[in-house]
């Protein structure tokens, strides 16, 4: 790839997260189905032509914008509990890590929190810990799927109350125990998990904001 080329891949690099930037505080404030293509135009402080240059309609800026919030995070996560060896232990700390997220960062949590759309690598990281822990024995579930909505309704319903209400510090790890419970983990084991200290993420998720930043 010649300079030329590289340059102009890069200012349209840039551009995009401008729009996903401008997208997430939309979407954050109106909610996936209020708003419209002149408000993502407005809060991008670019013209339609070059809007549509880079999506074609409200839904694909959606999906690109939940992608790139979701896949980020998932990735700083993965990253900490990848060498875990036990399904529940991945799962339990995987969901610490996420509540953390919300919980330092109001304006990603409104958003996810607003939008039905998981990206496909939430679902690939929690459905397979999901599909372990109960082939090994460790989740007492009768069906994949009540267990998948069971975690994603009860944390989604748990980041609501943290951008409403004010919760106390332990709130995150009281979510966590109750999820555990539900999904048929002993008492023992749960106080256990949730004794050890949640790892650091050593790749912190970025914001959008910060993405075009460093971009």
């Known amino acids: 790839m010649d300079?030329?080329?590289?340059v102009g891949q890069e200012r349209s690099n840039r551009t995009r997260l401008r729009i996903l930037e401008a997208a997430m505080r939309v979407f954050a404030e109106k909610g996936p189905d209020a708003p419209v293509i002149q408000d993502f135009i407005i809060a991008a402080g670019m013209s339609r032509g070059?809007?549509?240059?880079?999506?074609?309609?409200i839904e694909e800026?959606?999906?690109?914008?939940?992608?790139?919030?979701?896949?980020?995070?998932?990735?700083?996560?993965q990253a900490e509990i990848e060498s875990m060896p036990s399904p529940v232990e991945r799962m339990t700390f995987g969901m610490l890590l996420w509540l953390q997220k919300a919980a330092d960062d109001p304006t990603w949590c409104a958003f996810v929190n607003r939008v039905a759309h998981h990206?496909?690598?939430?679902?690939?990281?929690?459905?397979?810990?999901?599909r372990g822990g109960i082939s090994c024995g460790e989740l007492?579930?009768?069906?994949?799927?009540?267990?998948?909505?069971?975690?994603?309704?009860?944390?989604?319903?748990?980041?609501?109350?943290?951008?409403?209400?004010?919760?106390?510090?332990?709130?995150?790890?009281l979510v966590v125990h109750t999820v555990l419970q539900g999904l048929g983990v002993g008492n023992k084991q749960i106080k256990t998990l949730l004794d050890r200290a949640v790892p650091q993420m050593r790749r912190p998720a970025r914001t959008i904001s910060r993405l075009a930043a460093v971009s």
């Open 50 to 57: 070059t809007f549509y240059n880079y999506f074609n309609s």
């Open 3 to 6: 300079h030329r080329t590289r």
């Open 119 to 130: 990206s496909v690598m939430v679902e690939t990281q929690l459905g397979g810990d999901l």
């Open 140 to 173: 007492s579930c009768p069906d994949l799927n009540a267990a998948y909505d069971l975690v994603v309704g009860t944390l989604r319903q748990s980041m609501n109350r943290m951008l409403t209400e004010k919760v106390q510090t332990n709130y995150p790890k």
């Open 61 to 77: 800026l959606l999906i690109a914008t939940s992608k790139q919030l979701e896949d980020d995070l998932i990735v700083s996560i």
